[in-house]
């Protein structure tokens, strides 16, 4: 009988011990997966998209900066002011949700999120994915050969940080590493 009661807690050490790995590589996984999406986010915003070499001082564009050099140069052409209006609220409506992403995946961090948490994330997701459009056709239409912009970096660290960030607020799977539902 004592062997079989030596056994039993024996199995439920290792049961134990088993238990607390998992959690502990769960937390790995997920910790790393949301600290590349909020690198690649951060970098993808704060790197050039394009580069305006027509004009005698060069202007780069980044998405960190593009809805503030959007409105401060309303003025300036009077007949493109509702569309630069419109602009400039785009890319501080993207600005925002750059930033929400970023909060977001720090916010998993503690592995531990409610309902409410992830709603927001799937929303924030789904915006940023609609908004990678922008970097996009920037980076395109500066790489034409008609035009003297540069396109720059910031669409290779962009597009995939969303993608990523996405896969980890609407993938199952990924979502049980971060956010207990109950």
């Known amino acids: 009988m004592a062997d079989n009661e030596t056994d039993v807690e024996r199995i439920r050490r290792r049961l134990l011990d088993l238990e607390v790995r998992v959690h502990t590589l769960e937390s790995i996984a997920i910790r790393s997966l949301t600290f590349v999406a909020a690198c690649l986010l951060m970098l993808g915003s704060a790197l050039p998209t394009f ?44 600005l925002a949700c750059i930033l929400t992403a970023v909060g977001l995946c720090f916010a998993t961090w503690r592995r531990w999120a409610g309902p409410g948490l992830v709603r927001t994330a799937q929303i924030v997701a789904v915006l940023l994915l609609i908004g990678t459009l922008a970097p996009v056709l920037l980076t395109f239409a500066a790489a034409k050969p008609e035009t003297d912009d540069t396109p720059g970096p910031a669409v290779w660290y962009f597009v995939p940080g969303a993608i990523l960030f996405a896969a980890i607020a609407f993938n199952e799977q990924l979502r049980q590493l971060w956010c207990r539902e109950d």
């Open 51 to 94: 580069t305006d070499a027509r004009a005698f001082d060069p202007m780069t564009v980044r998405l960190l900066t593009a809805p503030f050099e959007v409105f401060g140069s309303l003025g300036e052409n009077g007949d493109e002011e509702g569309f630069g209006a419109a602009m400039g609220l785009a890319f501080l409506g993207l």
